[in-house]
C-alpha cells in the first residue's frame, strides 16, 4: 500500500492507497521475467498473475481478477485470431497490448481494440507511465511513425538497397532468424504459407543463401534480430 498525507484541521492523517493489480502474459520467460522485476520494484503495482501462453492466461484469470492485464501482442494472436473475443469474455478490465516491430504490422491489420498500445522498446518510465494512464482511463491511441513494421538504421537500409529486399521480405528473414516455420510465419503475416515460400524463395536466390542457417546468419550479421 502507499501511504498519502491527507491535512484535517491541524492533524495529519495517513490513507491508504491500494496498488494497481497487474497479471503479465508473455511467450518469452526472459522478457516475462525481466518485466516481473521491473514492475515489483515499484511499490505502485502489484503483479497477481503470470502466463507463458493462452491457457495459463485464461486459468490465470479465473483465480484472480487485475486492474490490468499486460499481454504481448504475438501471444493473442498465435493462430488463433478469436481468441481476443475469448480473452474479453472472461476477463472485462483493462488491456494494455505490449508489441514489438515485428507485430506491428499486423497489429495495424487486425485493428485490435484495447485500452493501450506500448512498444516493447519503451523504458521503465514509459513503461510505469502507460500502465497509470491506462488505469485513470486515459486510453491511448494506437500510431505509426512510418510505414515500415521495425525501425530502419541506415546500416539495414544500406542491406535492403544492397540486396534489393523489400520490406517484407526484411521482415520475412526476421522471422525466419527467430525459427518460426512458414505456417507460423504465414499466420502472423495473414498470407497463405504459398505466400510465404514464395518469399523464401526471393530471399534465397536475392542473398544467395544456401540453406536457413544461412538466412539466420545473415540476419545476425546485419542486426535484424
Same mark, same amino acid.
Request: charged share 20%; hydrophobic share 40%.
Given at each position: 500500500m502507499?501511504f ?8 495529519m492523517?495517513l ?7 497487474l497479471f !503479465?502474459? #508473455? /511467450?518469452? $520467460?526472459l522478457? +516475462?521475467?525481466?518485466?516481473?522485476? &521491473?514492475? *515489483?520494484?515499484s ?6 498473475g ?13 483465480k ?6 499486460l ?14 473475443q ?10 494494455l497490448? !505490449?508489441? #514489438? /516491430?515485428i $507485430?506491428?504490422n +499486423?497489429l495495424?491489420k487486425?485493428? &485490435?481494440d *484495447?485500452?493501450?498500445f506500448?512498444?516493447?522498446?519503451s523504458?521503465s518510465?514509459?513503461l510505469?507511465?502507460?500502465i497509470e ?9 494506437f500510431?505509426f511513425?512510418?510505414?515500415y ?11 535492403i538497397n544492397?540486396?534489393?529486399l523489400?520490406?517484407?521480405?526484411v521482415?520475412?528473414?526476421k522471422?525466419i ?5 512458414s505456417?507460423e510465419?504465414?499466420n502472423k503475416?495473414?498470407?497463405s ?13 536475392k542473398l544467395n543463401?544456401?540453406n ?14
Amino acid at each position: 500500500m502507499n501511504f498519502v498525507s491527507l491535512t484535517e484541521g491541524s492533524k495529519m492523517t495517513l490513507a491508504m492507497t491500494p496498488k494497481t493489480k497487474l497479471f !503479465l502474459a #508473455d /511467450s518469452y $520467460s526472459l522478457f +516475462l521475467e525481466g518485466l516481473s522485476i &521491473i514492475l *515489483a520494484s515499484s511499490e505502485k503495482f502489484e503483479i497477481t498473475g503470470i502466463a507463458h501462453n493462452q491457457q495459463e492466461l485464461l486459468a490465470g484469470l479465473k483465480k484472480t481478477t487485475p486492474d490490468i492485464l499486460l499481454i504481448d501482442f504475438n501471444l493473442i494472436f498465435q493462430g488463433n485470431i478469436p481468441f481476443i473475443q475469448n480473452l474479453k469474455g472472461n476477463y472485462a478490465n483493462k488491456i494494455l497490448i !505490449l508489441y #514489438d /516491430s515485428i $507485430s506491428l504490422n +499486423l497489429l495495424k491489420k487486425l485493428q &485490435i481494440d *484495447a485500452d493501450g498500445f506500448l512498444p516493447k522498446t519503451s523504458n521503465s518510465t514509459q513503461l510505469h507511465n502507460t500502465i497509470e494512464e491506462v488505469h485513470q482511463g486515459k486510453k491511448n491511441c494506437f500510431s505509426f511513425k512510418n510505414n515500415y513494421v521495425y525501425s530502419i538504421t541506415p546500416f539495414q537500409q544500406e542491406l535492403i538497397n544492397r540486396y534489393s529486399l523489400t520490406d517484407r521480405e526484411v521482415e520475412v528473414i526476421k522471422l525466419i532468424a527467430l525459427e518460426f516455420s512458414s505456417f507460423e510465419i504465414a499466420n502472423k503475416l495473414c498470407v497463405s504459407e504459398f505466400t510465404v515460400d514464395t518469399y523464401r524463395k526471393n530471399i534465397t536466390r536475392k542473398l544467395n543463401a544456401r540453406n536457413v542457417a544461412s538466412i539466420v546468419n545473415f540476419a545476425h550479421r546485419w542486426e535484424l534480430v
